[in-house]
């Protein structure tokens, strides 16, 4: 069973982001299959320690799209301490659940479904309009 389901609503018109923000619901859909199937406690890590790679990617990639479009400075700061913040809340969902397995499983479920939905569809959106010139984006090295 999927628990988010890609649609364009999510989508910022730029195929590099999008694909990205499809492997971060991939990784939610991992997490809520895993839950639904009783895995055990390795693999909830795995899947932890793949969000925070992946997250760091994907927000360094959006940070720089910004910069490049010509987003506002002071909305960009934003959004990078938006993304600070995420990473921290991801960090200690990755500790607490070394502590209490059930208790941050549940929030983690929550984190997933508020983070991805709501920052897709509240922040990420917000810089779409600036980004029209840059659909063929590719990262610097």
């Known amino acids: 069973?999927?628990?988010?389901?890609?649609?364009?609503?999510?989508s910022v018109r730029m195929p590099y982001i999008d694909n990205q923000h499809k492997?971060?619901?991939?990784?939610?859909?991992d997490f809520h299959a895993a839950l639904k199937d009783n895995k055990g406690k390795e693999f909830f890590f795995e899947i932890l320690n793949s969000l925070i790679h992946y997250t760091e990617e994907h927000f360094r990639n959006e940070e720089e799209i910004m910069e490049m479009a010509g987003y506002?400075?002071?909305d960009i700061e934003s959004h990078k301490k938006n993304?600070?913040?995420?990473?921290?809340?991801?960090?200690?969902?990755?500790?607490?659940?070394?502590?209490?397995e059930e208790k941050t499983?549940?929030?983690l479920e929550i984190f997933l479904n508020n983070w991805l939905i709501q920052h897709i569809l509240?922040?990420?959106?917000?810089y779409e309009p600036y980004c029209e010139n840059l659909t063929d984006y590719k990262p610097r090295k």
């Not at 069973?1 to 999510?10: A, H, I, L």
């Not at 993304?83 to 209490?100: A, K, N, P, T, Y």
């Not at 509240?122 to 917000?126: G, R």
């Open 1 to 10: 069973m999927t628990y988010v389901v890609w649609s364009d609503m999510f």
């Open 23 to 29: 492997k971060l619901l991939e990784i939610a859909n």
């Open 72 to 74: 506002p400075a002071v």
């Open 83 to 100: 993304h600070e913040q995420l990473v921290r809340d991801i960090f200690g969902l990755h500790q607490g659940f070394m502590h209490s």
């Open 105 to 107: 499983t549940h929030e």
């Open 122 to 126: 509240l922040e990420d959106k917000k």
